[in-house]
C-alpha cells in the first residue's frame, strides 16, 4: 500500500510482549502480522467480555441492595438503567471487534497478505451508518 510503511513482526513485538501473547509456545518472530492482530482482538474481546458480565452482576446487586434497603424506585432504576446502558455500549465495541476477527480469520485462512492487517477503523468508516442508523 502506498504511503504505508510495512508492518513488521519487530515492530509489533513490544505489544506482544506488553499484552502477554509471547507465550512460550508462540514464537513473535514467526506471526504474520493478521495472526498478530487476530491475538489481539481476541484477547480485546475477551476483556470486553469479562467486563459485560462484571457489569451485569454489578445491576443485580445494585437492584438486590436497592429492595433490601429500601431504596426509593424512583432513584434506583434511572441508576439501573445507566449501568444497563453502559453495558450495551460495551457489547456494541465488542460486537465491531468480533466483527473484524471474523474477517481476519477469513484473510488468515485465504493466505492474504501483510498489508489487510490493521484495519479495523478502515473497515467500519467504510460501511458506519449514518446517525440515524448508529441510533438504531
Keep these: 500500500m502506498p504511503g504505508h510503511a510495512a508492518l513488521s513482526v519487530d515492530r509489533l513485538r513490544p505489544f506482544l510482549l506488553l499484552s502477554g501473547l509471547a507465550a512460550a509456545h508462540m514464537n513473535a518472530s514467526t506471526l504474520s502480522p493478521l495472526q498478530t492482530e487476530w491475538a ?19 445491576a443485580v446487586a445494585l437492584t438486590a441492595g436497592a429492595a433490601l434497603f429500601g431504596f426509593p424506585f424512583e432513584l434506583a432504576a434511572p441508576l439501573i438503567a445507566i449501568v444497563w446502558v453502559i453495558e450495551a455500549m460495551l457489547r456494541t465495541v465488542q460486537a465491531r471487534l468480533g466483527q473484524r476477527l471474523l474477517k481476519v480469520e477469513a484473510l488468515i485462512a485465504d493466505g492474504a497478505s501483510e498489508y489487510a492487517a490493521c484495519q479495523l477503523h478502515t473497515e467500519w468508516q467504510a460501511t458506519r451508518p449514518g446517525a440515524v442508523g448508529l441510533l438504531m
Design 40 to 58: 489481539t482482538l481476541q484477547q480485546d474481546h475477551e476483556r470486553h467480555e469479562r467486563c459485560a458480565v462484571g457489569i451485569k452482576v454489578a
